[in-house]
């Protein structure tokens, strides 16, 4: 019988079993190691990029802030001025008596007539002043007879003298008070 020794024959294909088992194995671990260091750079990048993102909210947010600030202010200042407005209007409403008179006399005077002297004694009104001419007291009184707060207006007195070097016609005017209707009072239920 012929004996054939196949104990190299064995370890050879064993240590090339070996060789090719820890080159799978290396790949392998290299394979794992390129996917694993790819899904890092991967979630870097996305936690880089929603950074990025926060960053760019929170700056908008402050602007948004800052605009919203000076909205409130806006809102305040323009509450501010309404209630001013308000009082003012609620002032002109209320505004009577020699104050509202007087406001009245303004308005009519011409321009070169001057009043000079304002009395008032219950409805008796005595004005005195000084013009240009005799038409401005004329157009004058038409304007008082025309205006709701004085009635019977009569001159009194128109006379010449001199201011200055310049002649000027110097007046006297008595007038009535309009009655003025007591207000209406609101109904008790």
């Known amino acids: 019988m012929i ?22 194995a290396g790949v392998v671990i290299v394979a794992i190691a390129l996917i694993v260091t790819s899904l890092y750079v991967f979630k870097r990048v996305q936690v880089a990029t929603a950074n990025e993102n926060i960053a760019s909210a ?69 004005i005195s002043g000084i013009a240009s001419n005799e038409d401005l007291i004329a157009q004058f009184m038409k304007s008082l007879e025309a205006s709701s707060d004085f009635m019977a207006v009569e001159l009194v007195v128109s006379e010449q003298t001199v201011v200055g070097e310049t002649k000027l016609k110097k007046f006297d005017i008595t007038m009535k008070l309009e009655s003025a209707t007591p207000p209406v009072a609101a109904d008790k239920k």
């Open 3 to 24: 004996k054939i020794n196949l104990l190299p024959v064995r370890s050879s294909k064993k240590k090339e079993t070996a060789i090719q088992e820890l080159a799978i």
């Open 58 to 126: 929170n700056n908008k947010i402050s602007e948004l802030k800052a605009k919203i600030g000076k909205l409130e202010e806006l809102k305040t200042l323009k509450e501010q001025v309404r209630k001013k407005l308000d009082v003012l209007i609620q002032l002109r409403k209320n505004k009577t008596g020699p104050a509202q008179r007087l406001a009245t006399l303004s308005d009519l005077a011409p321009e070169q007539l001057w009043l000079t002297n304002y009395s008032e004694t219950g409805q008796d009104v005595k």
